[in-house]
C-alpha cells in the first residue's frame, strides 16, 4: 500500500493581485496626460517662435503621439502584453523627456536672439 499524501498548508492568495495591474495602468495614463500637458505647454510657447516654432510643434506632438501609442494598452503598449516582460514604454518616456528638455532649451536660446 502506498502512504496518503500528506496535504499541502493552504496557500493564501496575495489579495492584492488584481489591484497592482490596475495602479499600473493608471500610473501609465497619468504619466500619458503628463507628457500631453508637457507638449501642449511647449506648443504654446512654441507658438510665437516661427518656423522654428512650427518645427517644435510637430516634434512635441510626435513625441507625446509615440507615447501614448507604447504606454495605454488600447494601443498596443506595454500593459497589452503579458507582465513581467519589458517593453519599450519606459526607455521611450525617458527619452521623450529629454528631448521636451532640449526643445524648452532650443526655445529659450532663440528667444533671446
Do not use: C, I, K, Q
Not at 490596475?22 to 500631453?36: D, E, I, K, P, Q
Not at 506648443?43 to 510643434?57: C, E, H, Q
Not at 519589458?86 to 536672439?113: E, H, K, N, T, Y
Amino acid at each position: 500500500m502506498r502512504p496518503e499524501p500528506v496535504p499541502a498548508e493552504p496557500r493564501h492568495p496575495d489579495p492584492d493581485v488584481g489591484l497592482a495591474t490596475l495602479r499600473t495602468r493608471l500610473a501609465w495614463r497619468r504619466t500619458a496626460l503628463a507628457v500631453g500637458v508637457v507638449a501642449v505647454l511647449t506648443a504654446r510657447l512654441a507658438l510665437a517662435g516661427g518656423t522654428l516654432g512650427a518645427v517644435v510643434v510637430v516634434l512635441a506632438g510626435l513625441g507625446w503621439l509615440a507615447v501614448l501609442v507604447v504606454t495605454l494598452p488600447g494601443l498596443g503598449g506595454p500593459l497589452a502584453r503579458r507582465p513581467g516582460r519589458p517593453g519599450p514604454a519606459l526607455p521611450l518616456v525617458a527619452l521623450s523627456s529629454a528631448g521636451f528638455a532640449g526643445l524648452g532649451v532650443l526655445l529659450v536660446l532663440a528667444s533671446m536672439r
